[in-house]
Each structure stands twice: as structure tokens, then as C-alpha cells.
């Protein structure tokens, strides 16, 4: 399907299939009482109208708890069902973002098939994963994680991976920078720790801090950055260039309106702004068997997000808040309970940025780009 | 910082193969794509390998 020049017509859903995981992380924002239903084959069927309808050009995540749970039926099902409502200017991108414990040999042949992106994580090399993502019986989950991936690594050719940061590896971060590479995966990020759900019952154990993060980010920018190495990507730092680079770059937590181009779906049909407010009622937009893109779009609750950079104190008197806009608002209300507030990370963005802008204008300048 | 000032607009884009950073170069490259096409904002909370999607930007080198 060709391209065209609007980004208007362009939604991402993040769809939480199932809360269930067979994991018990020790920082998942989902906490002990998750509801174990699953969404049936009917609310995605009826979520798929509901995107289709209001957008010509749809990428799902396929999130969770642990979406594999849900078993490869039902994204065959889906996906013949996507097939089929695709009409003329219409485009779906299916991701899946796995614990990879319970990949297989028909779940990656499939998602080969139907051109899914996967998405795992992995903290580093055992000992460093296994103290924080375990099953519910304390075990850790390397050795099933590593099978999944390696399976996926060998069918799909890539893979992405997210590596939580925590008190765990915050100074172990090279470690777990290596250890990545070394499984020959092009493709990673180093997410902070975010207190949530079960994470804040531990996050006296696993918080850190956002200056020291910004610190230990800089150590591995700065090798990476300086490798040279353009076939690995850290995302999250890769992340800082594209936006002081251009405007149209840059992930979700930097744009100054998140909600034109997001929404998450959860296995009820319910609609919220974002996965990560989609266990926070108050920000229930509405349901996909009751309510159109457009109402769940102009819905009264998504005001309080409007013109958020300009509105947060802190930030419109910042200098780099024109590029993070600041932050992620999951994270500010995660922290604060307000969305009116920077993002819990707002000191690493300010390093990072800075540390960043100064490096590739050196470069641009060293190679005669600009004087 | 230079307030929304973009490292694009300030350069002759026929100049991008002249950096001596690969990874720079690759974001200029995006950049200059993703300003006649579509706007891609990642999320920040997945990460699916999506290399093969930037294959159309050309050679990195």
C-alpha cells in the first residue's frame, strides 16, 4: 500500500489482550490484583471496526500482562479478520511485545507468516535478570527467556529487547549493554524503573535516581555513540538524537500531544489514553462497543492533557522542554497524581539533551555540515 | 540549548554523506524521509525490532 503525506489518518493502539501474565515481575506496572479475564475474539473483532473506522493507517501492540497467554488462535483469527475488513487506503501493522517465555515454533512461524513484530525483554545477563523478572514461585525466568528469544532470533532475523533499569543494574549498565550485543540483537532500550502497580510495593528495592540514571545514560551514549556502530541502536538514546535532529522525530514520551496518535484498548474494550493510564479509571474515555473514535477523542477527560508543556510551571520556564515536552505524562502522574507536572525522569532528559546536542553538533560542525 | 532550532534546518542536506558518524548520519537520513512521508512516533514502553522498517532509508554507511 502506498504512502501519503498525512499523519493524520495514523493511530497506534495499545491492546492489553489479557492482565494475566505467568510471570511476577518485580517492577510490573500491573499489580497483584489484575483481573484474569480475556478479551474474546468478539470485543477484537469489534475493536478492529472501531480503529478501522476512525483511521486509514493502524499499528497495534499487542501488550499485556503476557498477550501469548492469550494462545495463537487467536491472532490467527484476528489477523484473517484484519485481512478481510482491509479495504482500499487501509493499512494494520500488528507488534507484539512478549515476556518470550512461551514463544514457539507455530507462534513465531505465525507471526513470520503475518509479518508481527516481536518485542521481549531481557535485564542482562542471568543473574542480573533473574533478581527481578521471576515466575510466581521466585524462580527466575532466564533460562525459558533466553529459548524464546534465540527461537525468534533464528526465524525472524531481528528482534527488540527492553531492559528495565533498576537498583539492580543501574551501575551494571555496560554489562547488560554487552550482553545484548552479544546475542547479536540489533535493537534495544534501557527503560527506568517506573513505580507502579507491583513495582511500588518494591520500590524501595528497585527505584533509582533520575540524575544518576541521566549519568550512567551519558556512559553509554558515549560509547555507543562514539563506536560508531550504526547496525546496534539503542533506542531510548537513539531517541535524543531524532528529536533535536528534526521535528518529526522522536518517541511517544517527547511529543507535545500523545493523544492524537495513541490510545490503548483493554480486554473489556474499554478505551484510555495510554497502557499506562489504562488501570487508572478516571481516565476511561470509553468502550469500542459504545463509543466512535471521534468520542473517545474529544472526550471531556482528555482536556486536562491539552497544551500539558505550556501548562506545567516547571517546564515552560525550561530550556529543554521544547524538545521533551515534558515527558511522559503517565510518569508525571505516576509520581505526582498530577498530569500538570514534568515527567518523574525530567533531570536525565535535561542531561542527556544537553550532553547530546553538544556531541552531534561537534560532529556536524567537524565534518563542515554547518559552521 | 537552541530552542527549536532542528540540526535539519540548518544543513544542506546534500552535505548528510559527508558526516564521519554513522549514527548521526542514519538519523539525518531518517529525518529527511519522515519530512515527505509518514510521522512514525515509537512507544516508549515496546520495542519490536523494526529495523527492516527503516530499510527503505537506504544505506547507513
Request: hydrophobic share 30%; aromatic share 12%.
Amino acid at each position: 500500500m502506498g504512502k501519503d503525506n498525512s499523519s493524520s489518518h495514523e493511530l497506534t493502539a495499545i491492546v492489553k489482550p489479557t492482565e494475566s501474565c505467568n510471570f511476577a515481575c518485580k517492577y510490573c506496572y500491573v499489580d497483584q490484583e489484575a483481573d484474569k479475564e480475556k478479551m474474546t475474539i468478539e470485543t477484537a473483532e469489534k475493536m478492529t471496526e472501531f480503529l478501522l473506522n476512525g483511521r486509514d493507517r493502524i499499528t497495534i501492540i499487542w501488550h499485556g500482562g503476557e498477550p501469548l497467554l492469550m494462545g495463537v488462535d487467536f491472532y490467527k483469527r484476528i489477523y484473517d479478520f484484519q485481512r478481510e475488513k482491509l479495504t482500499e487506503g487501509k493499512m494494520i501493522k500488528n507488534l507484539i511485545q512478549t515476556n518470550g517465555s512461551l514463544l514457539n515454533d507455530e507462534f513465531v512461524d505465525f507471526f513470520k507468516y503475518a509479518d508481527f513484530k516481536v518485542g521481549t525483554s531481557i535485564d542482562g545477563p542471568k543473574e542480573i535478570h533473574d533478581m527481578q523478572r521471576v515466575y510466581k514461585d521466585g524462580r527466575g525466568t532466564y533460562d525459558d527467556v533466553c529459548r524464546g528469544i534465540d527461537l525468534a532470533m533464528s526465524k525472524l532475523g531481528n528482534i527488540g529487547t527492553i531492559s528495565v533499569i533498576t537498583k539492580n543494574n543501574i551501575y551494571r549498565m555496560q554489562e547488560v549493554y554487552d550482553f545484548i550485543k552479544e546475542k547479536k540483537i540489533k535493537d534495544m532500550k534501557l527503560n527506568p524503573f517506573f513505580a507502579d502497580g507491583r513495582g511500588k510495593e518494591n520500590e524501595d528495592e528497585l527505584s533509582i535516581n533520575p540524575r544518576v540514571f541521566g549519568e550512567e545514560c551519558i556512559k553509554i551514549f558515549d560509547e555507543w555513540y562514539g563506536s560508531n556502530e550504526p547496525f546496534v541502536e539503542i533506542k531510548n538514546l537513539q531517541d535524543y538524537i531524532n528529536r533535536l535532529v528534526s521535528p518529526h522525530l522522536g518517541p511517544c514520551i517527547f511529543q507535545h500531544n500523545c493523544r492524537e496518535k495513541f490510545l490503548s484498548v483493554n480486554h473489556k474494550g474499554d478505551v484510555y489514553p495510554c497502557g499506562r493510564f489504562s488501570y487508572e479509571q478516571e481516565f476511561k474515555l470509553g468502550n469500542v462497543y459504545t463509543s466512535s473514535l471521534d468520542d473517545v477523542q474529544s472526550s471531556p477527560v482528555n482536556d486536562q492533557f491539552e497544551d500539558r508543556p505550556e501548562k506545567t510551571r516547571k517546564c515552560s520556564k525550561c530550556d529543554v522542554s521544547s524538545y521533551c515536552n515534558g515527558g511522559c505524562p503517565s510518569s508525571a502522574y505516576t509520581y505526582t497524581g498530577k498530569i500538570l507536572a514534568p515527567d518523574y525522569f525530567c533531570k536525565s532528559f535535561n542531561m542527556l539533551f544537553k550532553h547530546v546536542e553538544k556531541k552531534i553538533y561537534d560532529d556536524a560542525q567537524k565534518s563542515g555540515l554547518i559552521k | 540549548m537552541e530552542k527549536t532550532k532542528y540540526l535539519l534546518d540548518k544543513i544542506n542536506i546534500d552535505d548528510i554523506p559527508k558526516l564521519d558518524n554513522a549514527i548521526l548520519k542514519r538519523a539525518l537520513r531518517r529525518a529527511k524521509y519522515e519530512e515527505n512521508a509518514h510521522i512514525d512516533w515509537p512507544q516508549a514502553h515496546c520495542n519490536y525490532g523494526d529495523h527492516s522498517d527503516h530499510s527503505n532509508y537506504g544505506d547507513w554507511n
